[in-house]
């Protein structure tokens, strides 16, 4: 991986020394914005088809085809504004909590369209977690925050169980050594990073398949984006995870696979490795060599 | 001179200290071409030049008022005959006193005396010559503050930090006239609540089972027994508070999360004004409505049930006085629950809560402190109304639980102890300092409670 993001670097470097100037709306306008490579997958957890998404009037994706896979780190990356939220939010139907947007096009959960009428969303986001921009503790014990998931559904009687529960989410979330003597204290008191890992626990607690991150790391300082990265890529072994991050440096080194949304559409797909390396569209070109974003 | 004429000047001698500091110190600005610097903007120099102006005079008018009244009624005196000058202290206070209602054209009791007319021609001489230098005086000093003011304007002059000093410290005297007239209250009612304490016992005020404060005039007077007992009177102030509290915090905690929560917007707008006009009703009006509608009301149903009632009850002036307190709990509620971060919501969406069990497992208790604060001032709020009471729950103060019995409260007998002519040396009337003070610590631990619990909670969920 340090390989990967040293060639990123260079890549950057050539990137700059060769062309500073930006690219202009026309040019930008004018430029075919189908996608680009392959967005399916060979065994796919989460299958999105044709998505458009609208708030309001205001159209925010633009029929997007794009797969999730088993037990892989999926990076959504793109200019501020491209709909790469609003589309990791369709995954949960977290969108549903606003009450302007609408959704259309089809999203399968192992083959199950979460938008059928007959799917409860509440069942849905038990099994499709999610990691927020901003550290959200509830204001509760460090302890309560965990063991909200499973209070809440229900998954043990037995406190026994319940204190296994909030011991291995937090170890899994790297915590455990850092709060185990502290664990009645409000989980608002925690540092920054602590707060974020918190939340990974808390989101891990009730056994997700997939984790979404939208910018999981954007608030946080570096040593404890490193800690969150680190998680990120030992929690793949047992989940799906999809995030989205401002920082090319993080998709590089986090995931497999990454997907570039530009302006509601997603504008190319691929293994991260071929995306930082050798981008197929131009527009990817120019993000990922700093000519705008 | 009248006086809003020597306000007027004052007024527009202040402006022109203003412009003067002003001038002046753009004029030191421009000295060397502008090399030296002045340690404030021209504007700070200014107003410490307009308030040089102000304060003497003020000060000037306060001192002159306090001391003039002594200085023109001993000149009074002295000028009087000697006859009068003989008279006794009290009688000559008549006297003086008689010339001042002369003076004002009032009845007079000896207005036809030429002694006491000509007194009066002079008092009103003298009280002219007093307003006449009392002017003068205030212009003067205006003046000579203006002077100084403009002679000290200087590059080294620190007019900006003496400036947000001057203002600093009547901000102080502000905040300190709030705090003083409080301690003035406190110490009054202490007084007389010490006189009464005199006469009944502490422990018998304050453990005592019997109110009934006529006292005999005659020895021979049947059923003015004199009983302080304060007892009945704060237990039918707590059950009157605890049933409108029974009324008030479920509905109005639950109304505050319906329109916080499940109304659309446009609902909200309508129905939190609607209800807010609820606390504006004047306590008259509910009064009239708990006599005359809830508490028949409440008699004819407990009857049909088989429960004796009287026709005022603890019942239906708590029950009205619930629903005038809704708004208290409802509209703060509705704030703090309003003002609970999105952030929290979308962490317990993304759980798998549902809406209720959000609110529920986290908005609540995220928004508990405010929730708590609302209700303890709903509360007090409830300790201290009195209208409704007087009108629906009747004035015998009986020791009783029972809510479809008449009870009274402390305010209650507060007003009826004080109603009326009284004599201010009888234990009757000075109990209402008493009563009075220990309403005032009761609500007062209530406050430091409130603050105790508020604190706590945001310590620990902050």
């Known amino acids: 991986m340090n390989t990967l993001s040293e060639d990123l670097l260079i890549s950057r470097r050539i990137g700059l020394s060769i062309s500073t100037e930006d690219l202009d709306a026309a040019e930008v306008a004018e430029t075919n914005r189908d996608t680009v490579g392959d967005y399916t997958v060979f065994d796919p957890k989460i299958t999105a088809r044709d998505v458009n998404v609208f708030y309001g009037t205001k159209q925010a994706i633009c029929g997007v085809n794009l797969d999730l896979g088993n037990y892989e780190v999926l990076a959504m990356i793109g200019p501020s504004g491209c709909g790469k939220s609003t589309f990791l939010r369709c995954l949960n139907r977290m969108n549903d909590t606003i009450a302007e947007c609408r959704v259309s096009g089809k999203i399968h959960l192992d083959g199950e369209n979460i938008y059928h009428q007959n799917i409860d969303e509440v069942l849905l986001r038990a099994r499709v977690g999610m990691v927020f921009q901003k550290p959200n503790p509830f204001p509760k014990s460090i302890f309560e925050n965990v063991a909200y998931g499973p209070r809440l559904h229900g998954m043990t009687r037995d406190i026994g169980t319940l ?41 891990i607690s009730i056994n997700p398949e997939v984790i979404l991150m939208d910018e999981p790391c954007s608030a946080l300082d570096p040593i404890s984006t490193a800690k969150i990265e680190q998680l990120i890529d030992e929690l793949r072994e047992h989940y799906s995870i999809a995030i989205v991050t401002h920082s090319m440096q993080q998709a590089a080194r986090v995931s497999q696979r990454t997907a570039y949304f530009h302006l509601g559409d997603l504008i190319e797909v691929g293994a991260t490795n071929q995306i930082f390396s050798d981008p197929l569209h131009p527009l990817t070109e120019a993000y990922i060599s700093g000519r705008f974003g | ?73 001993g000149l009074l005196v002295q000028d009087l005959p000697a006859e009068f000058q003989m008279l006794p202290m009290a009688h000559l206070e008549l006297v003086v006193n008689d010339i001042r209602n002369l003076a004002q054209g009032n009845i007079a009791a000896h207005a036809d005396d030429p002694t006491i007319q000509a007194a009066t021609g002079h008092y009103q001489q003298l009280l002219q010559i007093n307003r006449f230098a009392k002017s003068v005086v205030m212009l003067l000093a205006a003046t000579a503050g203006l002077a100084i003011g403009w002679r000290l304007i200087s590059p080294h002059l620190r ?87 029974m009324v008030a915090v479920p509905i109005g905690l639950l109304s505050a999360i319906y329109l916080a929560e499940y109304a659309s917007r446009r609902l909200r707008s309508i129905a939190k004004p609607l209800l807010e006009i609820l606390a504006g009703i004047p306590t008259v009006v509910y009064g009239f409505f708990a006599a005359l509608t809830l508490a028949p009301l409440v008699r004819q149903i407990s009857e049909a049930a088989g429960i004796e009632a009287a026709s005022e009850s603890a019942l239906a002036a708590g029950l009205v006085m619930g629903i005038m307190i809704i708004p208290f709990v409802s509209s703060l509620s509705d704030d703090v629950i309003t003002a609970v971060p999105q952030a929290m919501r979308d962490g317990s969406y ?25 209700i303890l001032l709903a509360v007090s709020r409830a300790i201290g109304e009195t209208m409704i009471v007087v009108m629906a729950a009747g004035l015998s103060a009986n020791l009783t639980a029972n809510p479809f019995a008449a009870v009274t409260t402390v305010t209650v007998q507060i007003v009826t102890l004080l109603v009326g002519d009284q004599e201010f040396d009888s234990p009757k009337t000075l109990a209402a300092f008493a009563l009075g003070l220990v309403l005032f610590l009761l609500t007062l631990t209530l406050n430091v409670i409130a603050l105790y619990v508020v604190r706590k909670y945001r310590e620990q969920y902050d």
């Open chain 1, 163 to 203: 204190w296994d529960i909030v011991e291995s989410s937090l170890r899994k979330a790297a915590l455990w050594d850092e709060v185990k003597d502290i664990l009645e204290q409000p989980g608002t008191s925690l540092s920054g990073g602590q707060q974020q890992r918190l939340c990974i626990a808390r989101a």
């Open chain 2, 1 to 73: 001179m009248s006086q809003l004429l020597l306000v007027a000047i004052l007024l527009a001698l202040s402006a022109i200290a203003y412009q003067l500091g002003r001038r002046r110190a753009l004029a030191l600005d421009n000295v060397n071409g502008g090399r030296t610097r002045l340690h404030s903007r021209p504007s700070h120099y200014a107003v410490l030049t307009m308030l040089w102006c102000l304060f003497p005079p003020m000060l000037v008018f306060t001192v002159w008022s306090v001391v003039d009244t002594h200085v023109i009624t």
């Open chain 2, 159 to 245: 007019a900006r930090v003496h400036t947000e000093r001057i203002v600093n410290l009547f901000l102080i005297s502000c905040a300190a006239l709030a705090i003083l007239t409080t301690i003035g209250i406190l110490l009054s009612v202490l007084f007389e609540a010490m006189r009464f304490f005199q006469t009944v016992p502490v422990t018998s005020f304050l453990f005592g089972l019997e109110w009934s404060p006529q006292t005999a005039l005659r020895d021979d007077q049947i059923g003015s027994s004199g009983a302080f007992g304060a007892v009945p009177l704060f237990a039918g102030t707590f059950l009157i508070s605890a049933i409108a509290m």
């Open chain 2, 350 to 374: 993304a759980m798998g809560a549902t809406h209720s069990e959000t609110i529920l497992r986290v908005i609540i208790p995220a928004a508990l402190p405010g929730i708590v604060g609302s």
